[in-house]
């Protein structure tokens, strides 16, 4: 199985917070990524929001830095592929999708990538599942 991943969901793996579904489906979604053959893909924005996440959890004391090394490690090795190409249609289609659907353009490079490759997309975010609920794709 091959999927769009967003990063509300791989934030769940690492903070374990959220409502109970959230972590459920989370977890549900680490779950399809252990079976061999099971591919990810995010777009280019991806790890720099990983980065994100992580340092600002560091400086709010939420997150040690041996943890966030652990954690981010453990992230390298998993079947994730970075999609570089994201970049090239961010003033475009990304744009475009983040107007319609009164989305970041970071969370639309997520519904993008998707829609483009026709893929389902693992989110837990709101309004990026609306988005996707109204453009006809799919929920991982």
């Given amino acids: 199985m091959r999927f769009v991943i967003d990063n509300s969901v791989v934030m769940r793996w690492l903070f374990g917070d959220g409502s109970l579904e959230d972590i459920e489906y989370a977890e549900r979604i680490l779950e399809i990524l252990k079976v061999e053959g099971n591919m990810a893909m995010a777009p280019a924005i991806w ?48 744009l475009q999708i983040a107007r319609r659907h009164n989305l970041s353009t970071y969370d639309a490079s997520y ?28 929920l991982a």
């Avoid at 720099?48 to 997150?63: F, T």
Wanted: glycine content about 6%.
């Fill in 47 to 94: 790890p720099l929001e990983v980065g994100n996440v992580v340092a600002r959890a560091e400086v709010r004391n939420m997150l040690q830095e041996a943890r966030s090394a652990e954690f981010l490690g453990i992230l390298q090795e998993m079947p994730i592929e970075i999609e570089v190409r994201t970049t090239e249609r961010a003033l475009t289609d990304t």
């Fill in 111 to 138: 519904l993008e990538l998707a829609l483009r490759e026709g893929l389902p997309l693992a989110t837990n975010d709101a309004e990026l599942r609306k988005a996707l609920t109204r453009t006809g794709g799919m």
